[in-house]
């Protein structure tokens, strides 16, 4: 007849027994010390590279939907005010202030300086209702020179010149006004699309946390095929794989991303100090304009960056599950239900 499993045991050794009983355990506890390391640096991993990712998305969206406009905005405006003024010194010069339709040209430069200032102002932090408000008297005084006083010389003069003081007066007038304000939104601008060292320390932080998680899922993977005699699990080979795609394609996209709005902020720190450069103001509204077209392509070129973003959302929280799955399943299924 043939032993049963009692007999069987019966007639092992107390010591082998316990040795296996023993082992067990060991491989029990080793396995659920692995599923909790998992647990936590997955946990750790996927925030730190959700947080990572999104900050730089954010830098990139912001600079795309405010700052860089609010620059090329602030720029167009005062170039156009400052086309104004040149145009009403050509119709002085020429004596054409009367003539019919001959203030046309420096009225659609103004209408243009003001649209601009209003579009940019909801994309600005700064305060632009001082020089709006300096752009409408500016306005005002040459609408009485050219139009109200164009019949009396020494009033026409009077007028015009208090125009041109509004407009290029030192520190106080639109001109000034506006260059500091450029300035200041260029350096919000910078601050936006600049990775800092904390945004650096986040992604060596999610490195690291993959790069542990990585050495972990070997290391279980190991653990069940030489003690538990078990193939290759699924779970974590798909987690592995999943964990090393984390570990590369986010940080290569970020760089990119970076590199891209690097381009922009170089193209617009360009622009500003065209804008700034003496000379025709026509010939700077039209270097402007072009300049302006190839930041708003550059930051276009970086829209595909949007998808990796959520597809390693998704993929993080996959990290996360895959791996209590395949060890949390098989503890189950060889240790737990024992007990």
């Known amino acids: 007849m043939t032993a049963g499993p009692a007999a069987s045991r019966r007639r092992c050794s107390p010591a082998a027994f316990w040795r296996g009983r023993l082992g067990s355990w060991r491989t029990r506890r080793l396995l659920e010390a692995h599923l909790l390391v998992l647990f936590l640096l997955t946990a750790v991993a996927s925030t730190a590279l959700f ?3 999104r900050q730089v998305q954010h830098g990139a969206e912001a600079l795309a939907s405010r700052e860089a406009p609010a620059v090329q905005g602030l720029a167009a405006s005062r170039l156009a005010a400052l086309r104004a003024q040149e145009e009403v010194d050509y119709l002085v010069e020429r004596n054409l202030i009367g003539v019919v339709g001959s203030g046309e040209a420096y009225r659609s430069q103004l209408s243009a300086a003001d649209q601009g200032l209003s579009r940019i ?3 600005t932090d700064q ?3 001082t020089v709006k408000g300096l752009l409408a008297t500016y306005s005002d005084s040459l609408a009485l020179g050219t139009s109200l006083y164009r019949d009396q010389p020494l009033m026409r003069e009077l007028r015009l010149r208090e125009a041109e003081s509004l407009l290029t007066r030192d520190t106080v007038g639109v001109a000034p006004r506006l260059k500091v304000l450029q300035r200041t939104q260029l350096e919000h601008a910078e601050a936006t699309a600049t990775m800092g060292w904390w945004q650096r320390a986040g992604w060596w932080i999610t490195e690291l946390a993959l790069a542990a998680v990585a050495l972990t899922l070997l290391s279980a993977l190991f653990v069940l ?3 538990c005699g078990r193939d290759w699990n699924p779970y974590l080979l798909v987690a592995f794989v999943l ?3 984390l570990a590369v394609v986010p940080l290569m996209t970020a760089y990119s991303t970076q590199d891209d709005l690097a381009g922009a902020l170089a193209d617009l720190r360009l622009l500003t100090e065209e804008s700034w450069r003496s000379g025709p103001p026509d010939e700077a509204q039209r270097k402007v304009t072009e300049m302006s077209e190839e930041v708003r392509l550059r930051l276009a ?3 595909w960056a949007e998808p990796v973003h959520r597809g390693a959302l998704v993929g993080s929280l996959l990290a996360v599950v895959l791996p209590a799955l395949g ?3 098989r503890l189950d299924e060889d240790y ?3 007990r």
């Open 51 to 53: 947080l990572s990712s």
């Open 121 to 123: 102002a909801d994309r």
């Open 127 to 129: 305060d632009l209702g």
């Open 225 to 227: 095929r030489d003690r």
């Open 243 to 245: 964990t090393v795609l």
């Open 301 to 303: 070129d970086g829209a």
């Open 327 to 329: 060890l949390g399943l």
């Open 336 to 338: 737990w239900r024992r």
